[in-house]
């Protein structure tokens, strides 16, 4: 017989289930409460400091300025100590190549905060695409109430630079979870939850309408629905001249989805298994198989890349193109298309690097693949991404083409670099492809970053994994054990954890000196700065989904055990010890952290865990938890409920243990994870007597924990500071 979540396993004693209502006076009054002992804890003149060197980083003008192309200008969206809540802004290629670029100001989202009495968070704009040798000239702007993921999408002109008056026809949606997308310059394709339209389980859209302008979004005509347990509906029209499509995503869980195009006023499913995830670009369409495929007699393994002829593979072709195959070295995290070249970006042992394929050149190798080039850009131990700048600018009056990409370079010790690139085809005809690149914009350095050097080690898991991972230190670091060290991960949902510059990081960890031991002679004790440590533990996606899925559910222990095999080694090389070693992880990372705290107490000094999962077995019911059972399962099942428990820190807690300083941090306006989860667990430690406990919640911010410069400095420094205080100073 089956078990299903019908038969729920029973509900374990949970005497914190008051702290679930987020906004409650009584609820509020507890965090406040929290929030001063914590703040009396680490707001110490020293923090005061380190706050201050933060936000210098955050607010400094000196930053890229990165941009998106559209039509002849450049837009960024730029926050700095005058703007805190940022400016939308734009300017032309030859103003963004000088060292003070001249920024046409679309939106000051501070005044129109002021202006409307509103907290508005800036979360990006979709243009509408214009007609031929037309200015882009109409975008909907996503503004977020309070940070969090729920947005209020409202129709902008950049020429008056105003929003279109809905008196007008003008397009403005109630603040929701959902998205967007331009049919045509007088109707929109939505999926949203407001207006009393269905959501699913996962609090995301059940349903997606047609809306023209002036009309009411609560009468819309239906165009597409899911079912209520699936994860959520999405709509997209392809507007690419030539290829106009109109696109629906049935997402029935994190790494299931239906894919649907719109043919004849019907939609047609595209024919893969849920788990390969398609994308369509003009006549190409690409798969990525999370599981091995098998079709008409080939396997296709996970994590490759494979193409087929939109129209071929709709009409029944199944020839595929291998474009891409993983080794046991080797991912593919992304792909880009300009107009007529394929930039794949690729992860080797979590360094990058990057190809380039040209689909009118076949290679020489077998399965049709197309012609490859290797970028020459990509250093050891740095990441390097490359993307189009735009794939449709045939011949822009700025001189770019759409062969042209962006290169986006960084390392530990690396400040980013932007640069601008064109590829062309050989010459001669041979297969390959010819590429120029420049830097447009470098980061400046925030710490003295030559002081240090970026190494990768290895550590061996319980089941003999191989386990890579980040060190950055000193150079000439005493292997002797007394280094305050700060071990990072994630470890979920197939993300890579790759290098990349951190003022904060280098200002905040690296460069704070402490003296903590005496020197080899018995004289006076030597001056320390700190180690930080990055590890790249299965449940991530440096290595594929391979990677990711061998710490899905029953399994997810795996992930756990390999972070527990780096900070192992990381005290067997005497770069740290136990009193010296601290862990920091947020969201899923916080849930990584938890378990370090509960399951492997004995291994560190302190614990910063942020807006995390803690209670497994009410995750599925707070906030947008139902759409995370494929990757934890669900509690429901009671036999699931008995793997999730082995993992969730909640139920882990126990008397008598000696666990390490503990600091958890929220926020209230998190509507993804949500903040009840990290206080629930703050209030049972502290109801068990375990000393060290200390808990804050920001009042917004959404899962970002800050939604301005100033908020991102004080979570950063409260994080930062606890860590050192723990592992340095003591919290005394």
């Known amino acids: 017989m089956t078990t299903t979540a019908?038969?729920?396993?029973?509900?374990?004693?949970?005497?914190?289930?008051?702290?679930?209502?987020?906004?409650?006076?009584?609820?509020?009054?507890?965090?406040?409460?929290?929030n001063s002992r914590t703040e009396d804890l680490l707001e110490d003149a020293d923090y005061a400091g380190l706050e201050g060197s933060i936000l210098e980083v955050l607010d400094s003008t000196d930053r890229i300025a990165?941009?998106?192309?559209?039509?002849?200008?450049?837009?960024?969206?730029?926050?700095?100590?005058?703007?805190?809540?940022?400016?939308?802004?734009?300017?032309?290629?030859?103003?963004?190549?000088?060292?003070?670029?001249?920024?046409?100001?679309?939106?000051?989202?501070?005044?129109?905060?002021?202006?409307?009495?509103?907290e508005w968070v800036f979360h990006g704009a979709t243009f509408l695409r214009p007609g031929a040798g037309e200015p882009?000239?109409?975008?909907?702007?996503?503004?977020?109430?309070?940070?969090?993921?729920?947005?209020?999408?409202?129709?902008?002109?950049?020429?008056?630079?105003?929003?279109?008056?809905?008196?007008?026809?003008g397009f403005d949606l109630p603040t929701a979870k959902g998205n967007v997308s331009w049919l045509d310059a007088d109707t929109l394709l939505v999926a949203s939850t407001a207006d009393g339209l269905p959501k699913t389980a996962s609090s995301y859209a059940r349903t997606a309408v047609t809306l023209k302008r002036g009309a009411e979004l609560a009468g819309a005509p239906l165009l597409f629905e899911v079912p209520e347990h699936h994860m959520m509906a999405v709509v997209a029209h392809d507007s690419t001249p030539g290829f106009e499509r109109t696109f629906a995503v049935d997402y029935i869980d994190f790494f299931n989805r239906r894919n649907l195009v719109l043919r004849d006023g019907e939609w047609m499913q595209i024919d893969v298994p849920t788990d390969v995830n398609v994308s369509a670009h003009r006549e190409w369409l690409l798969f990525r198989p999370q599981q091995d495929w098998a079709i008409d007699g080939t396997t296709y393994p996970a994590g490759s890349l494979l193409a087929c002829g939109f129209e071929d593979y709709l009409a029944g072709a199944r020839e595929l193109a291998v474009l891409f195959a993983p080794d046991a070295r080797t991912s593919l995290q992304s792909w880009s298309w300009t107009r007529n070249f394929l930039l794949l970006n690729l992860l080797k042992d979590v360094s990058s690097e990057i190809r380039v394929l040209d689909p009118s050149r076949p290679s020489d190798g077998p399965g049709g693949a197309w012609a490859a080039t290797l970028l020459d850009a990509c250093p050891p131990l740095h990441d390097v991404n490359a993307y189009a700048v735009d794939d449709e600018d045939a011949e822009a009056s700025d001189g770019g083409a759409g062969d042209d990409f962006w290169l986006v370079a960084t390392g530990f010790t690396t400040p980013t670099t932007l640069m601008r690139g064109t590829l062309e085809r050989t010459s001669d005809g041979t297969p390959g492809v010819v590429s120029r690149h420049a830097v447009v914009k470098a980061s400046p350095s925030f710490f003295a970053d030559a002081d240090y050097e970026v190494q990768q080690h290895f550590a061996v898991s319980e089941d003999g994994t191989r386990v890579p991972y980040f060190q950055v230190a000193p150079r000439n670091l005493a292997l002797d054990g007394q280094n305050p060290t700060q071990l990072s991960g994630y470890g979920g949902f197939e993300v890579s954890r790759t290098p990349a510059y951190s003022g904060t990081?280098?200002?905040?960890?690296?460069?704070?000196?402490?003296?903590?031991?005496?020197?080899?002679?018995?004289?006076?004790?030597?001056?320390?700065?700190?180690?930080?440590?990055?590890?790249?533990?299965?449940?991530?996606?440096?290595?594929?989904?391979?990677?990711?899925?061998?710490?899905?559910?029953?399994?997810?222990?795996?992930?756990?055990?390999?972070?527990?095999?780096?900070?192992?080694?990381?005290?067997?090389?005497g770069v740290t010890s136990r009193e010296r070693l601290g862990c920091v992880g947020g969201s899923n990372g916080g849930l990584l952290v938890?378990?370090?705290?509960?399951?492997?107490?004995?291994?560190f000094g302190a614990v910063s865990c942020g807006v995390p999962l803690l209670d497994m077995r009410r995750y599925t019911r707070l906030s947008a938890g139902h759409s995370w059972i494929a990757e934890y399962g669900d509690p429901d099942v009671p036999e699931q409920w008995e793997y999730i428990r082995t993992f969730s820190p909640y139920?882990?807690?126990?008397?008598?243990?000696?666990?390490?300083?503990?600091?958890?941090?929220?926020?209230?306006?998190?509507?993804?994870?949500?903040?009840?989860?990290?206080?629930?667990?703050?209030?049972?430690?502290?109801?068990?007597?375990?000393?060290?406990?200390?808990?804050?919640?920001?009042?917004?911010?959404?899962?970002?924990?800050?939604?301005?410069?100033?908020?991102?400095?004080?979570?950063?420094?409260?994080?930062?500071h606890f860590l050192w205080k723990a592992l340095a100073g003591g919290l005394a």
């Open 651 to 720: 139920h882990l807690l126990k008397d008598g243990v000696e666990y390490p300083e503990t600091f958890i941090w929220t926020a209230t306006s998190d509507d993804r994870v949500g903040p009840v989860q990290a206080r629930k667990m703050a209030a049972r430690m502290l109801a068990m007597g375990i000393p060290n406990v200390w808990f804050h919640e920001a009042l917004e911010g959404g899962h970002a924990g800050a939604s301005d410069n100033r908020q991102a400095a004080a979570l950063q420094a409260r994080s930062q």
């Open 6 to 34: 019908a038969d729920s396993a029973p509900e374990p004693v949970d005497e914190n289930v008051w702290l679930e209502e987020i906004y409650g006076e009584e609820q509020l009054a507890w965090v406040k409460e929290q």
């Open 505 to 573: 990081v280098g200002r905040a960890w690296l460069e704070r000196r402490t003296s903590l031991s005496a020197g080899a002679d018995g004289d006076a004790p030597h001056s320390r700065g700190g180690v930080y440590v990055v590890a790249n533990i299965r449940g991530g996606g440096e290595y594929g989904p391979a990677w990711h899925r061998a710490a899905l559910q029953e399994n997810r222990h795996k992930a756990y055990q390999d972070f527990a095999a780096v900070a192992r080694d990381l005290i067997s090389r």
């Open 594 to 603: 938890g378990n370090m705290l509960t399951r492997y107490p004995e291994l």
């Open 136 to 169: 882009y000239r109409l975008a909907l702007l996503a503004l977020s109430p309070d940070g969090g993921d729920a947005n209020r999408y409202r129709e902008f002109d950049v020429e008056s630079r105003s929003f279109v008056d809905p008196a007008r026809g």
């Open 66 to 118: 990165m941009v998106g192309k559209r039509g002849d200008w450049y837009y960024n969206f730029w926050k700095d100590r005058h703007n805190p809540k940022g400016l939308w802004r734009r300017t032309t290629w030859e103003s963004y190549c000088t060292d003070s670029p001249e920024w046409d100001v679309l939106l000051d989202v501070d005044e129109l905060a002021a202006a409307e009495g509103q």
